[in-house]
């Protein structure tokens, strides 16, 4: 299977941020700091409504264009999904892991706090899930662009993107379960 740029990008982001939360997580990597404690609080943040919000958000207008069963605005709305993935979700996740890394460094390390070490092992398990939704999800939108794709098809390819998008979105939100609940 081919993966578009977008695509490609994105599981390159992943296994990077995926690579330095494991170094942080071995203790191969220390983050400090680099701005003050409630600057990265403030990014940290922002960057958890823009990754949580365009997961949330992205898929129900992708359905309306669906249920419209206008070819032409389903592709559109294929290509939106895809843009705001890059300009979106993937800078919140960076925003996200990043400057949560600088700040469980304040703590002693993501495995110095029993919310942290839960975090991490469910932003891997996110991760692992991500990889098969990126490729479903290319899959998808290579279906849409092709005029002689059966309806079925893509309908079955909606239904399977549609279930594992879901459950992709559970751990994400239970970590920011665990971050609003922690006791520090």
């Known amino acids: 299977m081919k993966l578009n740029k977008i695509a490609a990008f994105s599981i390159l982001n992943g296994l990077i941020l995926m690579c330095l939360t494991l170094a942080e997580f071995l203790g191969l990597m220390k983050f400090g700091p680099v701005l003050s404690l409630q600057w990265h609080k403030v990014l940290h943040i922002a960057g958890v409504i823009l990754f949580i919000g365009n997961m949330t958000v992205g898929p129900v207008w992708f359905m309306f264009a669906y249920y419209s069963r206008d070819k032409a605005l389903l592709r559109f709305a294929c290509r939106l999904l895809e843009l705001t993935d890059l300009l979106i979700t993937m800078p919140g996740l960076a925003l996200t892991v990043l400057n949560g890394l600088c700040l469980a460094s304040v ?58 998008g879901t459950i992709v979105m559970i751990p994400p939100l239970v970590i920011f379960y665990l971050m609003i609940v922690k006791a520090v």
């Open 107 to 164: 703590l002693g390390g993501s495995r110095s706090q029993p919310w942290l070490f839960q975090s991490d092992m469910l932003l891997f398990l996110m991760w692992g899930l991500s990889f098969p939704l990126i490729l479903l999800q290319n899959r998808l939108f290579r279906a849409v662009e092709q005029d002689d794709t059966p309806d079925r098809k893509i309908d079955l390819l909606i239904i399977y993107w549609g279930i594992l």
